[in-house]
């Protein structure tokens, strides 16, 4: 069974640094596209970050320069380096996975896990 | 960068009756890229949809999907009470990876 468990979060000074974590099982991560995505609170899903099988990272520009994802294949984890976190970066942060699933000559696209989560409060 | 916008923002209906919601893209969006999310307060968002128009492992056939290019539509055939949750489309082939603002389905 797969399973998605993110850590990390909590309260962070503005200006300040995170780390989450989501630590994946019943799967190898690194054969497939991991996701962040987040979710102020009440509001929408925002897509923040992308890491894909050979290593490449994608970023939206909202928190290019800032955020960094990478993976430890050992651990079988993704991670999200967040930086000069502002008021704007409270979220929940949700950890994905992305699946590519062919069907005869048709592929398809679409995150199929979810995490539950983890919570970041960027306050003073 | 690929927009999608939700329509209604808010829909209230009763049990039993007919949902349809509306996704557009501000650019084509190939159909085997497009899915819709089912997400209930509290809890991670579900895929229901994916490809534009096929179910997911366990999800009713009372949900549907159709559209192509720029215009998409998640049609529930007759509401359960366990349906209402707010509900999202994303595209995910081109990145920037995005999702719309959502669709909330109340009980009315």
């Known amino acids: 069974e797969v399973q998605l468990v993110e850590s990390g979060g909590g309260l962070v000074q503005p200006g300040g640094s995170r780390r989450l974590s989501c630590a994946a099982s019943g799967f190898t991560l690194r054969e497939h596209d991991m996701h962040w995505v987040r979710q102020v609170i009440g509001k929408g899903l925002e897509w923040v970050s992308g890491?894909?099988?050979?290593?490449?990272?994608y970023y939206p520009g909202s928190v290019r320069g800032r955020f960094t994802v990478s993976r430890e294949d050992a651990k079988n984890s993704l991670y999200l380096q967040m930086n000069n976190l502002s008021a704007g970066d409270t979220a929940m942060y949700y950890c994905?996975?992305?699946?590519?699933?062919?069907?005869?000559?048709?592929?398809?696209?679409?995150?199929?896990?979810w995490g539950r989560g983890t919570l970041v409060t960027v306050s003073s | 960068e690929v927009v999608l916008t939700q329509s209604p923002g808010t829909l209230s209906l009763s049990p039993g009756e007919r949902a349809t919601l509306s996704c557009w893209a501000s650019q084509s969006v190939g159909t085997n890229y497009l899915a819709w999310y089912q997400q209930k307060p509290g809890q991670a968002p579900r895929l229901l949809i994916y490809?534009?128009?096929n179910r997911a492992t366990g999800i009713p056939d009372r949900f549907s999907g159709s559209g192509s290019g720029t215009d998409f539509t998640l049609t529930i055939s007759r509401l359960e009470p366990e349906d209402f949750a707010v509900y999202y489309c994303?595209?995910?082939?081109?990145?920037?990876?995005?999702f719309g603002q959502g669709t909330k389905l109340e009980i009315k």
């Open positions: 994905a996975k992305g699946r590519l699933y062919c069907s005869g000559p048709t592929c398809y696209r679409f995150f199929d896990s």
């Open positions: 490809g534009a128009s």
């Open positions: 994303h595209q995910y082939g081109r990145s920037p990876y995005s």
């Open positions: 890491i894909d099988g050979p290593g490449d990272t």
